[in-house]
């Protein structure tokens, strides 16, 4: 039976909504906006973060702490202890490989220097990167010619180097590296590998940049050979040591170990940094939380306007249907049943509203992204945010013309002309 009521109350409520399409779309017109500025906000922000994750994997992955070098000094003169401390040294490195060995999937260490580097073809001044441990495979490179470091490699302090894709290129234009010499300021090392090239574009608009074009111009020998031959460091100094932790839950409790490992051996000076990518990734989504409650009030704020329209387009449109109401009420019709087919016609024009604006949201999301060249992502939990806000709207903004139109006197509705 009750089926049966609302089934007639949509129906009648429909054929009011197709008799006034005029008033029917501008009482529409706020939730369409709402709805819109809501869906295409959250898509537009997913978009970017989606595109933000597929950057990292492409770096390596999210599941990566780094520890690197500190400024001597950040704001005055640094301490004694601090200006005699060596930095990060392959001691750090050794001592810390056995923290939680069972979460810990990889360790890379980085020894970088700026180097004359020469071959037959090309002599240019570069950035050399010596490398041990899970480098490649933690940074994401693969080898696409000849081998990778061994650990004989880097025990042996051998001269022998990787090329990225645009070094192999521009040290060996018409040639095969594998198995070439380049000098490394005085040192002639041998090419054994040369690295895929990566790509990256963050956005496929014509003419950006290829993100990982610095990658690409990699020379990587054995970060020994670089502390003892190239440089002569005989304390075996590091710029960074990467730890790969694919447990997530893990991080804290393996980064707390590890500062317990290195403030010892640093004299208790914070002359070294941890960078946590996945506390940079939340820094991240935290900032694009705060840009979804931005778009979310432009929403909340165009329903707001729709809404306060909607209910003087309503009782407007109540003027017109005062006889309608009375000869309702004079046949027997309560005034809770008045109250419910306006809130059904309303509710209606609210449903229909909110599809037109999901549809606009998706073409202004497509287009906002297609402009900036980002591939668009789209959440089912956007659609259902911005379909329930205009639904919530959409009932509150009803509530009050047909409580009005419930309240009619049926005498004085008859009269009124």
């Known amino acids: ?27 529409s017109l706020g939730v369409m906006l709402g709805v819109a500025s809501v869906l295409g906000g959250f898509s537009i922000t997913d978009s ?5 994750e597929q950057l990292y994997v492409k770096l390596g992955g999210l599941d990566k702490l780094t520890v690197q070098n500190s400024p001597v000094a950040s704001e005055g003169k640094p301490t004694a202890l601090r200006a005699a401390n060596l930095g990060l040294r392959q001691e750090d490195r050794d001592d810390t490989e056995q923290i939680r060995p069972e979460d810990v999937q990889g ?21 050399v990167s010596g490398i041990g441990g899970d480098f490649l495979a933690i940074e994401g490179y693969e080898v696409a010619q000849g081998r990778a470091l061994t650990t004989q490699d880097l025990a042996a302090a051998a001269p022998v180097a990787l090329l990225g894709s645009e070094a192999a290129e521009t040290f060996f234009p018409s040639a095969n590296a594998i198995g070439a010499t380049i000098r490394v300021g005085d040192t002639p090392v041998q090419v054994i590998g040369v690295l895929h090239e990566r790509y990256f ?56 170990a590890l500062r317990s490992i290195l403030k010892p051996n640093h004299r208790l000076e914070d002359d070294f940094r941890l960078d946590d990518v996945q506390a940079r990734i939340r820094k991240r989504d935290n900032n ?20 306060l329209v909607n209910v003087n387009i309503q009782l407007a449109g109540l003027k017109e249907r005062v006889r309608e109401v009375g000869i309702k009420m004079a046949i027997g019709a309560p005034g809770s049943e008045i109250f419910k087919g306006f809130m059904t016609e309303a509710l209606l024009l609210t449903g229909l509203g909110g599809l037109v604006g999901l549809v606009i949201g998706i073409g202004f999301s ?39 139109a419930s309240k009619l006197s049926p005498m004085e509705a008859l009269h009124y002309e």
């Open 107 to 127: 360790i890379s260490m980085v020894k970088g220097l700026r180097a004359r580097v020469r071959s037959a073809f090309a002599d240019q001044e570069r950035s």
């Open 201 to 256: 574009r963050f956005s496929k608009v014509e003419g950006r940049h290829n993100m990982f074009r610095r990658q690409n111009r990699l020379i990587a020998v054995p970060s020994s050979l670089v502390q003892r031959r190239l440089q002569g460091d005989v304390h075996g100094r590091l710029d960074r040591i990467t730890y790969r932790l694919p447990k997530i839950d893990a991080m804290p409790a393996f980064t707390q």
């Open 366 to 404: 497509w287009f906002i992204t297609f402009i900036l060249g980002v591939p668009l992502t789209m959440s089912l939990a956007s659609f259902l945010w911005a379909y329930f806000m205009a639904t919530v709207f959409g009932f509150v903004f009803a509530l009050y013309p047909a409580w009005k």
């Open 48 to 52: 970017f973060r989606q595109r933000s």
């Open 288 to 307: 694009g939380e705060a840009y979804n409650i931005i778009f979310m009030l432009s929403g909340v704020l165009a329903l707001l306007g729709g809404g």
């Open 1 to 27: 039976m009750s089926r049966g009521i609302l089934r007639e109350r949509v129906i009648e409520a429909w054929a009011e909504v197709r008799e006034n399409l005029g008033r029917a779309s501008l009482q």
